[in-house]
């Protein structure tokens, strides 16, 4: 039996100490491409909370009142890239109609929110863990704000190290991948905080 985590709890601790970003390493292709512009990793982090929040909650939904009483759990994954897929293109249809520039900004990476490993990974744990409504709508929302979280300060530094004396060998990805190390030891030092499972 999995204890109840308090959904208050879980929100919190997949921002920072679980965060599904720089702990589990879930959704690096985006991260690491987006996060040269700060605008640009804003609109996609927002994205990302949103497809995250809407996604966990609609699969729990779909596995508990279709899947298992169906005994169809060996169609989860095709299910939930489904749902995945849905919500996506809804939002990117959002996105085209409420601001172009950030539409042509994200270009190809807001439809490749789809195959986002982050997103499908946030809902298996939601599976794995037995999570109840509330915990999977948490742990979803909590997931997407610490991913955005992670690119809007990936993007910020970025900034930075763009304007300083990097030397020639680390300019580029080698800097980025340095930072992003760094992130994620900051992040997994809060771990002793809070542990979900």
Known sequence: MIPLINPITLFFASIVTSNILLTNFLGMCSFISISKDWKSSFGL???VTFVLTITTAVSWLVLKYLLVPLQLEYLSFIVFIIVIAAVVQIL???IDRASP???LSLGIFLPLITVNCAILG???FMQIRNYGFLQSVSFGAGSGL???LA???LAAIRERTEKSPVPAGLKGPGITI???GFMAMAFIGFSGMIAVQ
């Open 146 to 148: 610490g991913w955005w």
């Open 92 to 94: 990117e249809m959002v």
């Open 101 to 103: 520039a950030l539409y």
């Open 151 to 153: 690119i809007l300060l």
């Open 178 to 180: 340095i930072t992003i």
């Open 122 to 124: 946030a809902i298996l």
């Open 45 to 47: 982090g927002m994205a």
